[in-house]
């Protein structure tokens, strides 16, 4: 079945960068869209960033800017580059993708912004 493994999370002060990887697995078919979602302690899960395969980007306007969405079709991977990281980015981050009317998450990677 698809999966979809983050890593690049940690703790990191305020000013500093991060690079989050996305790569997915159980599947030879390439996602229509993958994105970056986060979700901060009693708070919904929200958009951060989100690429077609058309290469269409959208970003949420708190990152604009700041962070930097790619993705690699040939390994299925998508990435968010992270910098000049602010406290309020503090979150969890959850990779999505989707085809079709399939979609799935992944499992989250904690990010920590101190000040």
């Known amino acids: 079945q698809v999966k979809l493994v983050e890593s690049g999370g940690g703790l990191v002060q305020a000013g500093g960068s991060l690079r989050l990887s996305c790569a997915a697995s159980g599947t030879i078919f390439r996602f229509n869209t993958m994105a970056w979602y986060r979700q901060a302690p009693g708070k919904q899960r929200d958009l951060v960033a989100d690429?077609?395969?058309?290469?269409?980007?959208n970003y949420a306007d708190s990152v604009k800017g700041r962070f930097t969405i790619s993705r690699d079709n040939a390994k299925n991977t998508v990435y968010l580059q992270m910098n000049s990281l602010k406290p309020e980015d503090t979150a969890v981050y959850y990779c999505?993708?989707?085809?079709?009317?399939?979609?799935?998450w992944g499992q989250g990677t904690q990010v920590t912004v101190s000040s």
């Open positions: 999505y993708a989707s085809r079709l009317s399939s979609f799935y």
């Open positions: 690429i077609t395969t058309g290469d269409s980007i």
